[in-house]
Nanobody, 126 residues
């Protein structure tokens, strides 16, 4: 059974930082793109960042809104993907979801995602 377990969310002030973690179990890290999406009420779920080693090359993706502020990394030994979020802004407030897409170099849109985590709240206050 595949499971994606998120942690690290919470409340932070504008300009602050948080690090989200996603522990993936039951799937091959080498063949899978792991990414982060976020969603606020009334809006569609949007891709934030993803990372993959599929095809023996490292691939990372960032949405324009987070480039230069967020950094995605992974620890293969721990089957864990991290999203370091710096200089957080109020518009980053959302529920963040970990997602996995098999045999892919990136996971940037909700369509085609094979597995989802349950989500974790990030609240940035001014």
């Amino acid at each position: 059974e595949v499971q994606l377990a998120e942690s690290g969310g919470g409340l932070v002030q504008v300009g602050g930082s948080l690090r989200l973690s996603c522990v993936a179990s039951g799937l091959s890290f080498d063949d899978t793109a792991i990414g982060w999406f976020r969603q606020t009420p009334g809006k569609e779920r949007e891709g934030v960042s993803s990372i993959s080693s599929y095809g023996y090359s490292n691939h990372t993706y960032y949405a324009d809104s987070v480039k230069g502020r967020f950094t995605i990394t992974k620890d293969n030994a721990k089957n864990t993907v991290y999203l370091q979020m710096d200089n957080l802004q109020s518009e980053d407030t959302a529920v963040y979801y970990c997602a996995a897409k098999m045999w892919s170099i990136a996971v940037t849109v909700p369509v085609g995602v094979d597995y989802w985590g349950k989500g974790i709240v990030v609240n940035v206050s001014s």
